[in-house]
């Protein structure tokens, strides 16, 4: 079975600051990881995706995330934030055939001008 | 990517009637859909799994008579709210995958239902 934990549900940063959006999953076999951002009333779009590859992945609007199996994370990280960055983040893992999708709880992350 | 099309993206409808969400993969087959409701600032709650020709698998605690999901061809899939009630009102999404699409889901712009 797969699951993810997703530390904080709120996060707060300063415009050019770093964003960190914390993902851990739980799996019993080897997962494949995502993350998806959601705008208001919107549906989810993917940043980025890993699927067995390489361990970093480079994801749209300059996101990125490191697959470390040692301490099953998935962290979401940006160099500088933009207010743009502003929404609900969610990380998630599946089986590798599609068939099982669970998403964590989502981040809600602020940008402060 | 590849594209998935819900529609309605808004609709609003009277207590007792009946609303159909249709999910669309454009440009892929789905052979898998899910459906998933979403509370205010809630995370996703998965609602069913279909598999094209056959039926949903629905996740516990959820009415299987009250929202009706049909996956008739690899690309439509429909969810039915049957006698829809003020607390049914949410935002549904669902999401498409494909056994190519390496475990991804491709996902629909969302409905928000409002039964007044």
Sequence with gaps: AQSVTQLGSHVSV?????????CNYSSSVPPYLFWYVQYPNQGLQLLLKYTSAATLVKGINGFEAEFKKSETSFHLTKPSAHMSDAAEYFC???DQTGNQFYFGTGTSLTVIP | GAVV?????????????SVKIECRSLDFQAT???W???FPKQSLMLMAT???GSKATYEQGVEKDKFLINHASLTLSTLTVTSAHPEDSSFYICSASNRAGLGEAFFGQGTRLTVV
């Design chain 1, 14 to 22: 300063s415009e050019g600051a770093l964003v960190l959006l914390r």
């Design chain 1, 92 to 94: 998630a893992v599946s």
């Design chain 2, 5 to 17: 099309s819900q529609h309605p993206s808004w609709v609003i409808c009277k207590s007792g009637t």
């Design chain 2, 32 to 34: 898998t859909m899910f």
């Design chain 2, 36 to 38: 998933y409701r979403q």
């Design chain 2, 50 to 52: 279909s598999n094209e």
